[in-house]
């Protein structure tokens, strides 16, 4: 490699990363959503684009500009985000950042729903979302080489984490601690223990950037030998 030339152990491999919320409307006014603000998603599509893959980041609702050199599908709820990924299909890579809703809304009402004096206040009855990182790691002719889910716990991180990579059936688990006072969701940095088929490895407190390279490297490493 002279000098100046990029390096691009990833040139030739396509990757998928969803990232950011997903909001489930209620009404037209209305959603259900979470804290996930998208950072850590986008700054690992960058990451592994910038290492020379192909990347398709597949985005819920978030304040970001598309990263440089990825292809973007912007999609608002879980349903909408299942169905991007399966249309970027085939992948080699595929890492699940999103903070998909567990569920949505079951009979969204088409109208504001309204105050009624004396009446109490609405049900919610609510449907589970499919698991889009469940759905990747599944054996199967398109299932990517290297699937990585994350995984937001409060509690006993590690142990919870173990016990989702077996769940899902990915390949590696990147666990953080998303307990308030940590700064996770949101901030800029973050603090994660990687789960591969080789045990638990405790990563330093990051930059959600550093961490971002660190993983893509560590996955281009996994890959080996570029393909030409
Ligand atoms: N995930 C997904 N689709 C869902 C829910 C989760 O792709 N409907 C992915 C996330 O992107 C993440 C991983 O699954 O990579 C773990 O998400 P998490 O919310 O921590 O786990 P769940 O299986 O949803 O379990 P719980 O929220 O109850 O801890
Ligand atoms: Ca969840």
Request: hydrophobic letters at 45%.
């Amino acid at each position: 490699r002279s000098r100046g030339e990029a390096w691009e152990p990833l040139a030739g491999r396509t990757a998928l990363v969803t990232a950011g919320p997903t909001h489930e409307p209620v009404d037209p006014v209305r959603y259900l959503g979470n804290r996930s603000s998208g950072l850590q998603g986008y700054a690992i599509a960058s990451a592994l684009a910038v290492l020379g893959a192909r990347v398709t980041l597949v985005s819920g609702p978030v304040m970001l500009a598309d990263p440089a050199g990825v292809d973007v599908v912007r999609v608002e709820t879980g349903v909408e985000m299942e169905r991007a990924v399966r249309t970027a299909l085939p992948v080699d890579i595929a890492v699940c950042v999103a903070a998909v809703a567990d569920w949505r809304i079951d009979g969204v009402s088409d109208r504001k729903i309204k105050k009624q004096a004396g009446a109490p206040p609405p049900v919610l009855t609510l449907v589970s979302n499919p698991d889009i990182l469940a759905m990747l790691a599944a054996p199967g002719p398109e299932r990517p080489a290297l699937v990585v889910g994350f995984a937001a716990e409060t509690n006993d991180v590690e142990a919870g984490a173990i016990t989702k990579r077996a769940r899902k059936g990915c390949d590696w688990i990147v666990a953080n601690d998303v307990s308030t006072g940590t700064n996770v969701m949101g901030g800029q940095d973050n603090r994660v223990i990687l789960i591969t088929e080789d045990g638990p490895e405790r990563w330093p407190l990051l930059a959600k950037t550093d961490l971002a390279l660190r993983l893509a490297e560590r996955i281009a490493a996994w890959f080996g030998t570029p393909v030409m």
